[in-house]
């Protein structure tokens, strides 16, 4: 069935990101705003704009029933729900099942299997994919036995977190029966669901991902990897693929992992299986699966020249992947900067306001995503991504120079930015030789202060 | 956890110096809205939210907030209450009836007298019906959305002239 017009049921660069794949083929968007998105870039660039609701999202773009209504009111025969939001609540795919509207996502049930962490980790297991060392909390005595078999330190985790949030590291067993009492009130709190599980914490790890296509029908190709090390409390703030000095057997058996994952599940859409990998070991570990097309997919985009968005579309339509794996070829290195208007001098407090002025870097290779403008609000209800730069070089080398020129090239006032942290980070040596862990990103602020 | 008097007069402090109209926070089980004296009323609180305990502080509006944001597509209406206009909004996004069912007569007409708990109509979003009341004492004098149109979010759906 081909898809005529798409509600899209999101906000800032990625609204802006599906209407401009509409545009290319030629398919109406209906863009679902709050009042506070009103006068928004994306807003003006649809082909129209519907107010479902008051700034909140929980009044807005929280509410399943409402963007489905919106879809049906405006004629739209799809919806796409771009990441973050309801793109992975099961809640919303099942209202379109039974509307008959058509999600550009994978199918309800897949979104509760990889949702569910504990259910998740026992796919991968099934599909020959190492997890860490642990399993479930079921009683406080039995979590007591497992973390001594695990040992520590080790992760409490809980079952409907993910993304680093409702995480706790505990170095000593004597700590553990406090911990889970404590991190299951706050899951219950967060998430309505307290179960929580353990796992063993993998100290110097590099978070790599494996971007996968999945047909719905047991049918699945992978894009190759992205590194994500670069984060700040399990936020990504920078991405780049290929992911640096990884061994060519170990980036095989990654992508191969993820395979088999989206394979078992017969995954439908655009999905990510993310990984840690142990950097003293070359071990890794399953760690989860988003659902839904990921923020920093563009580099992927960038080395394949496949547009992601447009494979969600035609796989919804049910035309397929159209692409076999032999069909994809990763042609050079390519670097996402994410640029949010965040204060790195007040510990990156969030900076909303009015943006004043804005311009943003161009030239051969160097891509922005971003729904900013001059003029353009950043209201305090939302994430504070401002834009993502992303630039694509032959070689990882004129990736970087490409990318330091870029971030030169950029200014933002009006709302403190952290410009400057990339600008730093983009200079520091060890970032430059690749292959930095998850923890480096605390010691290169640490060792500014 | 509770805030005190000091935290509120810290918070408005904040707002003030803010380019924001209205702050909303909550903190385990507590909300606190805070809004500028002359910007648009606060959402109105949603059935989920609606049993929640509020404290609502205004504070002086000390400057004009810079916006680009141009409203697009049908207008919000602001509430002027001491006008003798009187415009109902849609209170959510969803289909607007004019009648209870399809054939009966709608709920009012141009000219029909109205009180504040008068229906005017009923909003539907996904089987779920919620009516709209006139919300001021007075006669119809326009209607605005159609019967059976999607009406968004805040759009006028029609004007009572108020009477005294």
Redesign the interface.
Known sequence: MAIRRILIANRGEIAQRIIRTCRELGIESVLAVS?AD???LP??LAD?????????P???YLRA??I???AL??GADAIHPGYGFLSERASLAR?CEQ?GIVFIGPTAAQIEAVGDKLRAREEAEAADVPVAPGGAVESLAAARSLARTIGVPLLLKAVSGGGGRGMKRVDRLADLPAAIELAAAEAGAAFGDARMYLERYVGESRHVEVQVLGDGAGGAVHLGERDCSIQRRYQKLVEETPAPGLPEPLRRRLHESALRVARRLSYRSAGTVEFLVDVTSDAFYFLEMNARIQVEHPITEAVTGIDIVARQIAIAEGAGIGRTQSDIRAEGCALECRINAEDPARDFLPS???V?EVSWPAGPGVRVDTHI?????V??YYDSLLAKIIVRAPDRAGTLAAMRGAIAATRVTGVATNLAFHARLLADPEFAAGGVDTGYVARLLARAA | MTLTAKDVAEITRLLEESDFDELYLELDGMTLSLRRTGSAELADETASSADRPRAVAAAERPRAVATGAQPTGPLTTPRDDNAREHTVTAPLLGTFYRAPRPGAPPFVEIGSEVEPDTVIGILEVMKLMTTVRAGAHGRVAQILADDGALVEYGEALLRVTRID
């Open positions: 009042e009103r006068g928004s807003a003006r129209r704009a519907v107010c479902i609701g008051p700034p909140r929980a009044d807005s029933e409402t489905v209504q919106a009111g405006t209202l509307q909303p306001g009015v004043s403008e001059a003029g353009s609000q209201p305090p």
